[in-house]
């Protein structure tokens, strides 16, 4: 996955280690209250013309799930997206995300991608025994595993 790489080329993932600087054991750390994040960073149309260009659009979903006891990856999920306004990438876009063309041309529309993601949402669901926050404190127990979306904005 090119978000994940790039991630850790710019220093953005790191591993946190669980013991104190002091070395001290002692104190345990306070729980986590999400056993899993479902970390999302769109990709989308962009220019550097200066031009009012209509809104931007979806032309990369990736999503990993994130297991937040063990900072491991367990999941992935990605598929480009074919731009419907704008289907012809500026130069700026594809030297900016990295992606070419070809790969938005052979890409799926918008709202494949989400049945998609869909889908993987509800295997993941299953395989992993996961639930999705509703706002209201709902303490995880060791059957069920509590889950949010966030951002890789979230972690800067």
Not at 67 to 73: A, L, V
Not at 92 to 105: N, P, R, S, W, Y
Not at 111 to 120: D, G, P
Not at 136 to 144: A, D, L, R
Request: one cysteine or more; proline letters at 4%.
């Amino acid at each position: 996955m090119a978000t994940k790489r790039l991630a850790r080329q710019l220093g953005l993932i790191r591993r946190k280690s669980i013991a104190p600087a002091n070395g001290n054991l002692g104190r345990r750390k306070s729980k986590q209250l999400f056993d899993y994040l479902i970390v999302i960073d769109f990709e989308s149309t962009c220019w550097n013309d200066g031009k009012h260009h209509h809104s931007q659009e979806i032309i990369e979903f990736p999503a990993v799930l994130l297991n937040t006891s063990t900072g491991q990856i367990e999941s992935e999920f990605q598929a480009y997206v074919q731009p419907q306004e704008h289907p012809i990438l500026s130069e700026f876009c594809m030297e900016l995300t990295g992606i070419k063309q070809a790969q938005v041309d052979e890409g799926v529309p918008l709202k494949i991608c989400l049945s998609q993601f869909c889908k993987w949402i509800h295997k993941i669901q299953q395989q992993k025994n996961i639930i999705f926050a509703t706002g209201v404190s709902e303490p995880s127990t060791s059957e069920v595993k509590l889950c949010a979306f966030v951002t890789w904005s979230a972690f800067l």
